[in-house]
C-alpha cells in the first residue's frame, strides 16, 4: 500500500453539521464556531487533491539597477602586525636558536697565543665610571679572549694593570686596563706602583703609547673630594707635555637627569678641566655605545707615541718612586690621612675616656640612689612595725579594759543580790 496521503473533497450535494443528523441537498455554508473565517464545503465525489505547490518567485518588474562598484580601502593594520610579528620572530630565533657564534662571545677560543701589538691606549679613571664597559664596547680581549667583566655591585672588577686587544677599523691596538685610585681592596700607592711599572716597560720596550683616556661619571651631581683628588694624580701621573694626547670623556650620560648633565660638563670644562684643556687635551661623550668607544679611540690611536711625566722621571731621571710628582702627592696623602687618623683616634679616646668617666659617675650617682633608697626601705619597715606594736598594745589594753568592765558588772549584780 502507497505511503502517499490523498486528500478527498465531501459530497456537494450535501452538507454534514457536525452534531446533528442534518444534510444539506445543496452547497451551504457553514459557519465553524471555533474559527473566525468562513469555509466552504467542496463538491462530491471525492477526487484526490495533490498537496499545494509553493508558488514560484516572481521577478520584479523593475529590476534594482546595480550600486556602482567603488574601490574597496586597504586596512593596513593586519599587514604592519604581521611586520612586526614577524621581525620579533626574527629576533627571538636569533637569540635562541642561531649558534653562538652569531653574538658577541664572552671568550674565544684562540690557538696563537696573546700579543698585544700597534698602539697602546691606557684606560684610568675613579671606580664606578665604567672602564670596564668602555673597553667591552671597543671589543677588547684579555690573554683568554675573554671581554672584561662589568661589575654591578659596590665593589670593583678591576684588581690589577690588565691588557687588551683590540681593532679599530683592520688597525690593532692595545688597552690598557687599570684599577680606580679609589678601590677598597687597594691602595693608591700600590696601583700607582703597578701603573707606573707598566708604563716604565712600555717605554722601555720602545712601544708606542698613543694616549690616555680619563673617564668621569656625569651623574655624580658634586666633584667630591675622591674624584677631585683622583683627577689631580692623573695629571702629576701624565705631566703637562702629554696632555695633548688626553681624552677627557664623560660617561653614564643614560642613567643622568638630562636637565643637569650640560651644565655639569661645562662646569667641567671651564673650572676642574680649564688647565688640561688648555695644554691640549680634548673632551667628548661616551653615549654608551659601539660607535661612540670607536670615535673616541679613533682620535688617539694614529698620534704620535708620548712618555707620561712618571715614566720620564722613574726611567730617565732615574728617581725613586717618592720622588716622582705623582709619588710625592700620594705620600703626602698618606701622611694627612695619618694625621687625619691620629687626630681621630685621639679624638676618639677621648671621647671614650670621656664616656668612661661619665659611666662612673653614673654607677656613683646610682649607687648613692640605691642606698637612699635601701635606707627609707628600712626606715618604712620600722615604722610598719611600731606601728604593729602599737596596734597589738592598743588591742590587748581594749581586752583588758573589756574584762574589767565584766567583771565589775558582775560585782554590782552579786551586790544586790546580796542586798535583797
Avoid at 521577478?59 to 593596513?76: A, C, G, L, M, Q
Avoid at 670607536?294 to 707615541?305: D, E, M, P, T, Y
Avoid at 671621647?351 to 654607677?363: C, F, G, H, I, T
Amino acid at each position: 500500500m502507497s505511503s502517499e496521503k490523498i486528500f478527498y473533497e465531501p459530497p456537494s450535494d450535501e452538507k454534514i453539521v457536525q452534531g446533528s443528523s442534518y444534510h444539506a441537498t445543496e452547497k451551504e455554508t457553514y459557519q465553524n464556531p471555533y474559527t473566525s473565517y468562513k469555509e466552504t464545503l467542496p463538491s462530491y465525489p471525492p477526487t484526490p487533491v495533490s498537496p499545494p505547490q509553493p508558488t514560484p518567485w516572481k521577478e520584479r518588474s523593475d529590476p534594482i539597477e546595480p550600486r556602482p562598484t567603488e574601490p574597496r580601502p586597504v586596512n593596513k593594520f593586519p599587514t604592519l602586525v604581521v611586520a612586526i610579528l614577524a621581525v620579533i620572530i626574527l629576533v627571538l630565533a636569533k637569540l635562541f636558536y642561531f649558534p653562538a657564534s652569531a653574538h658577541v662571545a664572552e671568550c674565544i677560543s684562540s690557538s696563537a697565543s696573546f700579543n698585544p701589538s700597534g698602539p697602546i691606549i691606557a684606560v684610568m679613571g675613579a671606580t664606578g665610571t665604567g672602564k670596564s664597559s668602555f673597553i667591552r664596547d671597543l671589543q677588547g680581549r684579555d690573554s683568554r679572549g675573554c671581554l672584561p667583566k662589568v661589575g654591578h655591585g659596590l665593589q670593583s672588577c678591576t684588581k690589577n694593570v690588565t691588557w687588551y686587544s683590540a681593532s679599530l677599523t683592520g688597525q690593532a691596538f692595545t688597552i690598557l686596563d687599570t684599577p680606580g685610585f679609589d678601590d677598597i681592596a687597594l691602595s693608591d700607592s700600590s696601583i700607582l706602583q703597578d701603573l707606573a711599572t707598566e708604563l716604565a716597560s712600555i717605554y722601555q720596550g720602545r712601544r708606542h703609547l698613543a694616549g690616555l683616556i680619563y673617564l668621569h661619571d656625569i651623574s655624580k651631581v658634586k666633584m667630591g673630594r675622591t674624584s677631585y683628588k683622583n683627577l689631580q694624580l692623573f695629571q702629576k701621573l701624565v705631566g703637562s707635555q702629554s696632555l695633548k694626547n688626553v681624552m677627557l670623556i664623560t660617561t653614564h650620560w643614560s642613567s643622568a637627569e638630562y636637565k643637569d648633565t650640560p651644565s655639569r660638563e661645562k662646569e667641567l670644562k671651564s673650572s676642574f678641566w680649564q688647565a688640561m684643556i688648555k695644554q691640549g687635551s680634548q673632551v667628548s661623550r661616551h653615549e654608551g655605545t659601539v660607535n661612540s668607544a670607536r670615535k673616541i679611540a679613533g682620535k688617539l690611536v694614529n698620534k704620535s707615541s708620548i712618555v707620561p711625566k712618571i715614566t720620564d722621571e722613574l726611567v730617565r731621571q732615574k728617581l725613586r718612586f717618592g720622588q716622582t710628582e705623582a709619588g710625592k702627592m700620594v705620600s703626602e696623602d698618606l701622611k694627612a690621612f695619618g694625621a687625619d687618623t691620629k687626630d681621630e683616634i685621639s679624638s676618639i679616646n677621648i671621647r671614650l675616656e670621656e664616656m668612661a668617666k661619665q659611666r662612673e659617675e653614673d654607677a656613683l650617682k646610682a649607687k648613692k640612689e640605691k642606698e637612699q633608697l635601701q635606707h627609707e626601705l628600712r626606715t618604712a619597715l620600722q615604722e610598719a612595725t611600731k606601728k604593729d606594736e602599737a596596734r597589738r598594745e592598743m588591742e590587748a589594753l581594749n581586752n583588758r579594759l573589756e574584762d574589767e568592765k565584766r567583771e565589775r558588772a558582775k560585782a554590782i549584780q552579786e551586790l544586790k543580790k546580796e542586798k535583797e
